[in-house]
Nanobody, 124 residues
């Protein structure tokens, strides 16, 4: 069982930056692939980024490439999402998720545990 708690969301102007954090409970954090997803009002939850267990490889949705950076600190049981050059269309609730596997995935159905989400609002 893994419990995930996101933080770092907020209101920011277009072009600004935010850094999301997701703290995980438990002693096996490094056994989990971690991912970030987001869900805007009236839309389905969508993949943003994922990172392998060691942090050696990262994956991004096209909408995030070049602007977002995922990272993790296994010693701190935390995964981060640095978001730069934010756009109004990035407005959503952002969720972190954990997948007990060595393989990353971009489908929400492939993740085992979820945080409660943190709201990101980008004003124009």
């Amino acid at each position: 069982q893994v419990q995930l708690v996101e933080s770092g969301g907020g209101l920011v102007q277009a072009g600004g930056s935010l850094r999301l954090s997701c703290a995980a409970s438990g002693r096996t954090f490094s056994s989990y692939v971690m991912g970030w997803f987001r869900q805007a009002p009236g839309k389905e939850r969508e993949f943003v980024s994922s990172i392998t267990r060691s942090g050696g490889r990262t994956y991004y949705a096209d909408s995030a490439k070049g602007r977002f950076t995922i990272s993790r600190d296994n010693a701190k049981n935390t995964v981060y999402l640095q978001m730069n050059s934010l756009k109004p269309e990035d407005t959503a609730v952002y969720y972190c998720a954990a997948r007990y596997s060595r393989d990353t995935a971009s489908s929400s159905h492939d993740y085992d545990f979820w945080g409660q989400g943190t709201q990101v609002t980008v004003s124009s």
